[in-house]
């Protein structure tokens, strides 16, 4: 379920004829006659001056592009579009057929075959081509794109820049802040929004691309400056259908039609993949050895030796409290950024570096970043819901991990700081990728002494039958673990060298999960509250429910230390 968010739009626009927007990109006129608002004379006189795809927030002067959809066509929204203010309505054929069954001719209808594939190129030319006028980054990748964002932006405004950031958690225009309903806003959402940030004297753009976005042409009519890859694994094969489709639509940012050059990670196959496949320039970024348990990484050697940027030094700054690390990035032509991330955990660090090598290939000078970086403690910026501590004894980390990599290595970057039992709360999402859900139980068992399952967002389908997914796996890892402890295997040690005790339990509802496994912690145990990170409404057959992970863990810890207190502990 979905709401419309508030809408930016420029205060200072150029009006464009309907006549001159199918001129410019060949769009047919329905049929309709001259009496109709479709006539030539009403071709010249209607005017646009923006672009909307959501009749709900149309306003006078839009251009409102009617997509077909999933379950109805927008054209049978027109009407009311045309009634809020639109002047020209644009659509395929179907949607010119509706449009003509109900009688609607109040003004011209433009007619395309795949309106959605023109839609980024027709707002970037309403807007008059924003993008252009700004130093634009673009981050995509299974994991890390919103942390990698915002230490883009960190990075970016240490340099001195007034920046923009789009992505999964907020979207900010200089100092303007708007929620995020998407990762990527639609086409005619998102050029607006360039707009208003080349009024508000944003110079610089971090943003998050989907594989959805790409898919869906949400970025066309941008061409990116820089773009960078984090990595590639299991997630969204819901829409996509296999990995390898999955990893063409990411690979469809390194092409001349979205950017200029890229960085890309190649600590896995899909990123070395992808070096060899892009049809740009680009630098590859190797960060993790073949033996950090904190990143996900089947990195040689050989691939350090050839790789562009290498991160090398990586040391903890506090090990006890798990606070980040100090890295340097170092370029085979002998340029390099000794800095730091207090942001936990190897995967971190890659994030961090790849930030950081995108600002050096867009033309940054490595002494100017080194030292504004040394002014700004380093690589670091606080990513609301991504490995954030909300609380001590117990350690309470909230993180987006939504998937079965992401658990693992949020579970991984906790381990070493963990003096007690290590313990996770998560379930999986509905209506999505079907195929993690055992998987990502599996990798709970592996990583965790105490797991909890729960809900997560379980959207259309039935939260009990969801959970039983995630459990099935989880039992299987059990079971394979107590195998192994019989039989005195290695996986039989936990932290310490002491046996796990590999504890799984179901509870629901979430927020009843994350209030029992808090006041049930001791001390010493963290607690990783997994898979919804910033998000403020769970999705339950339709309804959406306030439930913020953040909130409902200092709740709960606020009453277990309100309870210590009654008891003079």
């Known amino acids: 379920m979905t709401s419309p968010i508030d809408r930016l739009r420029p205060a200072t626009s150029v009006h464009r004829t309907a006549r001159e927007l199918a001129t410019t990109f060949g769009l047919a006129v329905a ?21 909307a795809s959501d009749n709900r927030v149309v306003a006078d002067g839009d251009l409102f592009v009617a997509l077909p959809g999933a379950g109805t066509h927008g054209a049978r929204f027109a009407s009311d579009a045309i009634s809020r203010g639109a002047r020209v309505v644009l659509t395929d054929p179907q949607g010119a057929r509706l449009l003509a069954e109900a009688g609607e001719s109040r003004v011209p209808v433009l007619v395309t075959e795949d309106p959605r594939a023109v839609l980024g190129r027709v707002a970037a030319w309403v807007y008059g081509e924003p993008a252009t006028q700004l130093t634009t980054f673009a981050v ?12 883009l932006d960190h990075v970016l405004r240490t340099l001195g820049w007034k920046g923009g950031l789009i992505g999964t958690v907020e979207m900010r225009s200089g100092d303007r802040v708007l929620p995020s309903r998407l990762t990527t806003p639609e086409a005619a959402d998102l050029q607006a929004l360039l707009a208003t940030m080349r009024e508000d004297g944003v110079g610089t753009l971090a943003m998050e691309v989907s594989s959805h976005a790409l898919s869906l042409h949400r970025v066309d009519g941008i061409v990116f400056d820089v773009a960078g890859f984090t990595n590639l694994s299991q997630d969204h094969l819901d829409f996509h259908g296999d990995l390898q489709e999955y990893f063409e639509a990411k690979a469809a940012l390194f092409t001349p039609q979205h950017a200029r050059r890229g960085v890309v990670v190649v600590d896995d196959a899909w990123g070395r993949r992808l070096a060899e496949v892009a049809t740009i320039p680009v630098s590859t970024l190797a960060v993790t050895s073949s033996t950090d348990s904190t990143s996900s990484t089947d990195s040689t050697d050989s691939t350090r030796a050839v790789a562009d940027w290498t991160v090398s030094d990586v040391r903890a700054v506090d090990a006890a409290a798990g606070t980040g690390s100090t890295f340097v990035l170092r370029h085979r032509d002998g340029r390099e950024v000794r800095t730091s991330t207090a942001l936990p955990g190897g995967f971190n ?3 961090a570096a790849l930030a950081l090598a995108m600002v050096l290939e867009a033309g940054a000078d490595p002494r100017d970043v080194a030292a504004a970086l040394d002014a700004a403690d380093g690589v670091s910026a606080q990513v609301p819901g991504r490995m954030e501590v909300v609380g001590t004894a117990p350690r ?26 290590l313990v996770v709360v998560f379930g999986a999402t509905g209506d999505r990728d079907k195929g993690k859900r055992p998987s990502m139980g599996a990798v709970a068992v592996e990583g965790a002494d105490v797991v909890v399952i729960t809900d997560d967002d379980p959207h259309g389908e039935d939260p009990a039958a969801i959970r039983a997914e995630v459990l099935a796996g989880a039992r299987a890892a059990q079971q394979a673990a107590e195998a192994a402890e019989g039989s005195g295997g290695r996986d039989a040690v936990g932290h310490g060298g002491a046996p796990r005790a590999r504890t799984v339990v179901e509870v629901a509802p979430r927020a009843t999960a994350i209030r029992d496994t808090i006041r049930e912690a001791a001390p010493q145990d963290t607690v990783l509250v997994a ?3 910033h998000e403020v409404w769970q999705e339950i057959a339709g ?10 863990a200092r709740a709960a810890l606020a009453a277990r230390h309100e309870t210590t207190k009654e008891h003079g502990e």
């Open 396 to 421: 309470v980390v909230v993180d987006f991990a939504h998937n079965t990599d992401a658990l693992s290595l949020a579970l991984a970057a906790l381990r070493p700081t963990t003096t007690g039992r």
């Open 531 to 533: 898979g919804r990170g």
């Open 543 to 552: 309804v959406d429910h306030a439930l913020d992970d953040r909130v409902e």
């Open 31 to 51: 049929a309709g006659g001259t009496a109709s608002g479709q006539g030539p004379e009403a071709l010249g006189a209607a005017e646009i001056w923006s672009v």
């Open 140 to 151: 995509t990748g299974t994991n890390g794109k919103t942390t990698t964002t915002y230490l």
């Open 349 to 351: 660090v890659a994030n």
